[in-house]
Nanobody, 122 residues
């Protein structure tokens, strides 16, 4: 099992940047693919980005491609989401998740954090 705790959310103006972190517990962190998802008010949760166990493979939703970057540090049991050129429509609760690659990309990972709120003002 793995437990996930997100941090780094907050209020930022449109065009600004934030970096989210997700700290994972457990010795098997490096064996998991990791993902970021988000849920805006009144909307369903959606996939944002995924990274494989080594960091050598990434995948992004079209809505964030070119603006967001997912990365991981297996020595620190942490995955990151660097968010640049933020837009008001990026406002959401952002969740970290872990599982195998297929499950993460399909939006069906077993392990979830509790989320961190990102608010982008216009």
């Amino acid at each position: 099992q793995v437990q996930l705790v997100e941090s780094g959310g907050g209020l930022v103006q449109a065009g600004g940047s934030l970096r989210l972190s997700c700290a994972a517990s457990g010795r098997t962190f490096s064996s998991y693919a990791m993902g970021w998802f988000r849920q805006a008010p009144g909307k369903e949760r959606e996939f944002v980005a995924a990274i494989n166990w080594s960091g050598g493979r990434t995948y992004y939703a079209d809505s964030v491609k070119g603006r967001f970057t997912i990365s991981r540090d297996n020595a620190k049991n942490t995955v990151y989401l660097q968010m640049n050129s933020l837009k008001p429509e990026d406002t959401a609760v952002y969740y970290c998740a872990a599982d195998n690659w297929r499950a993460v990309v399909a939006g069906l990972p077993d392990y979830w954090g509790k989320g961190t709120l990102v608010t982008v003002s216009s």
